[in-house]
């Protein structure tokens, strides 16, 4: 069993459509969480960092972290096509330990 | 500000050859992370550097080693490439004197072996 399980998709939505992701992870250690976007062929770049449980909302992104039930969640509201991109999850344990476990990545298409 | 650095971009070998990949941290950071992404995959964590100190390892061979410099500049090499090491290599930075240590990752280096 993967650390970071994360659906791949493809899940492809209309233009202004909300998007969901979501990934669950086994290690009860994680504290840190963030979402990364990743267009075709590029860095990862970071798009919302959490720490626990709770909700964290960044204009039209919204993370959500549930340590209860090992799920955190990305929306992402009034969906465009710029935000057609590879959506990573990942997480850690401690603030200065510096691995990052990420999830396989989802694949988003935004349709015009 | 530049943000993190790679170099090269893309790099071809045959298996057995051994290469040398570059990142320069973003400006302010101390800490350099490297990381391993397959195709269709999610970066995979190979080693952090830390004050000239490999700090921590992921589940990768002695084939992958690194260095850091005194101006925090990194370099990830490996040894004996074999074709299943054809992936994304990422260069992530940080600081540990920052609230949370967020990580920023370079563009990487796309490295195929034949």
């Known amino acids: 069993q993967k650390e970071v399980e994360q659906d791949p998709g493809p899940l492809s939505v209309p233009e202004g459509a909300i998007v969901s992701l979501n990934c669950t992870y086994s290690?009860?250690?994680?504290?840190?969480f963030m979402w990364y976007r990743q267009y075709s062929r590029k860095g990862p770049e970071l798009l919302m960092y959490?720490?626990?449980?709770g909700n964290k909302e960044d204009g039209r992104f919204t993370a959500q972290v549930d340590k209860s039930s090992k799920y955190i969640s990305l929306f992402i509201r009034d969906s465009q096509p710029s935000d057609s991109a590879t959506y990573l999850c990942?997480?850690?344990?401690?603030?200065?330990?510096?691995?990052?476990?990420f999830g396989a990545g989802t694949t988003v298409t935004v349709r015009a | 500000d530049a943000g993190v650095t790679q170099s090269p971009t893309h790099l071809i070998k045959t298996r057995g050859q051994q290469v040398t990949l570059r990142c320069s941290p973003k400006?302010?950071?101390?800490?350099v992370s490297w990381y391993q992404q397959a195709l269709g995959q999610g970066p995979q964590f190979i080693f952090q550097?830390?004050?000239?100190?490999?700090?921590q390892r992921g589940n990768f061979p002695d084939r992958f080693s690194g260095h850091q410099f005194p101006n925090y500049s990194s370099e990830l090499n490996v040894n004996a490439l074999l074709l299943g090491d054809s992936a994304l290599y990422l260069c992530?930075?940080?600081?540990?004197?920052?609230?949370?240590?967020?990580?920023?990752f370079g563009p990487g280096t796309r490295l195929t072996v034949l």
């Open positions: 992530a930075s940080s600081s540990r004197r920052l609230a949370g240590g967020e990580k920023f």
């Open positions: 290690n009860s250690a994680f504290q840190y």
């Open positions: 959490t720490y626990s449980s």
């Open positions: 990942a997480m850690r344990a401690l603030r200065n330990d510096y691995k990052l476990s």
């Open positions: 400006s302010g950071h101390d800490t």
């Open positions: 550097y830390y004050e000239e100190e490999e700090r």
